[in-house]
C-alpha cells in the first residue's frame, strides 16, 4: 500500500508544475492573431494594451477552466496561488487590472465551462470596430481561436 504522505507530496509536486508552466506561458503568449482578427493594429497603443489586458486575463481563466480537469479539488486554490503570485511579481495597475479581468473571465467561463465560447468571442467582439456585417464571422473565427488557446494550456498544464 502506498505511503499517503509520498501520494500528498507527488500531488503537490505537479501542482507546483502546473503553477510554474502556467506563468511561464503566460509570460510568451503571442496575442497578435487575436489582435489582428479584431483589427487592432500596432499604432493603436491604448486599445492594444486594452485588449492584451483582456486577452491575458481571458487565458488565466481559460487555464483555470483547464485546471478544473486535471486538478478539481485544487483548481480554486491554484488559481488563487497564481493570481497572488502574479500580483507580487507584476505589482503595478496593468497586472491589477490583468487579475481582475481573468476573475472576471472566469465568472463568464464557470457556468458553461468549454462548452461554448462564443459568449467569450462576443464579448471581445464588442470592442472592435469591425463593420457589423463581419461580426458572425469573426465571432465565429474568434471562438475557435479561443478554443485553441484552451486545448493549448490544456495540453501544457503540467
Given amino acids: 500500500m502506498p505511503n499517503p504522505a509520498e501520494i500528498y507530496e507527488e ?5 507546483q508544475l502546473a503553477l510554474d508552466n502556467f506563468a511561464a506561458l503566460l509570460d510568451d503568449v503571442d496575442f497578435s492573431a487575436e489582435l489582428a482578427l479584431l483589427g487592432i493594429g500596432r499604432l493603436q497603443f491604448l486599445r492594444r494594451r486594452q485588449m492584451l489586458v483582456e486577452l491575458r486575463g481571458l487565458y488565466i481563466a481559460l487555464w483555470r477552466l483547464a485546471l478544473g480537469r486535471s486538478f478539481p479539488n485544487d483548481a480554486d486554490t491554484m488559481l488563487s496561488v ?6 507580487m511579481t507584476n505589482n ?3 497586472a491589477r487590472a490583468t487579475a481582475e479581468r481573468g476573475r472576471q473571465y472566469w465568472g463568464m467561463l464557470e457556468p ?5 465560447f462564443t459568449i467569450i468571442a462576443e464579448h471581445l467582439i464588442s ?4 463593420d457589423e456585417k463581419e461580426r458572425p464571422a469573426l465571432i465565429l473565427k474568434l471562438a475557435l ?10 495540453d501544457k498544464l503540467i
Avoid: A, M, P, W
Fill in 11 to 15: 500531488e503537490q509536486s505537479f501542482v
Fill in 82 to 87: 497564481f493570481l497572488h503570485r502574479y500580483l
Fill in 92 to 94: 503595478d495597475k496593468l
Fill in 112 to 116: 458553461i465551462g468549454d462548452s461554448n
Fill in 127 to 130: 470592442f472592435s470596430t469591425r
Fill in 145 to 154: 481561436d479561443i478554443r485553441s488557446i484552451y486545448r493549448t494550456i490544456f
